[in-house]
């Protein structure tokens, strides 16, 4: 089993920056590939990003891309979300996850791609 913790939500105004940390503990060498997915009220969870653990492989949602970096910590089995220039749509509950397997790509912008789920912290951004 892998354990996923999310910290670094809080409340940030329209134009600021946040930074979301995730720490994998337990079987984490099982890893193969970490990201995020959020979920705003009433909305679908949304792909956010990914990086696989050779971090030859990151990938965005559209909502993301130009905006949100992804970067590893191997060494810490530590996962961050860097968010720029946030939007009030950006709020949601923001959830790390794990998988335990090393896909092509694409398959990672689903959720099925992925074996282990943290609890969530919410990001709100204030317009």
């Known amino acids: 089993q892998v354990q996923l913790v999310e910290s670094g939500g809080g409340l940030v105004q329209t134009g600021g920056s946040l930074r979301l940390s995730c720490a994998a503990s337990?079987?984490?060498?099982?890893?193969?590939?970490m990201g995020w997915f959020r979920q705003a009220p009433g909305k679908e969870r949304e792909f956010v990003a990914v990086?696989?653990?050779?971090?030859?492989?990151?990938a965005f949602g559209d909502s993301a891309k130009g905006r949100f970096t992804i970067s590893s910590d191997n060494a810490a089995n530590t996962v961050y979300l860097q968010m720029n220039s946030l939007k009030p749509e950006d709020t949601a509950v923001y959830y790390c996850?794990?998988?335990?397997?090393?896909?092509?790509?694409?398959?990672?912008?689903?959720?099925?791609?992925?074996?282990?789920w943290g609890q969530g912290t919410q990001v709100t951004v204030s317009s």
């Open positions: 990086i696989r653990w050779d971090t030859t492989y990151t």
């Open positions: 337990g079987r984490t060498s099982s890893i193969r590939a």
């Open positions: 996850t794990a998988s335990r397997t090393r896909y092509s790509g694409t398959y990672y912008s689903t959720g099925d791609a992925y074996d282990y």
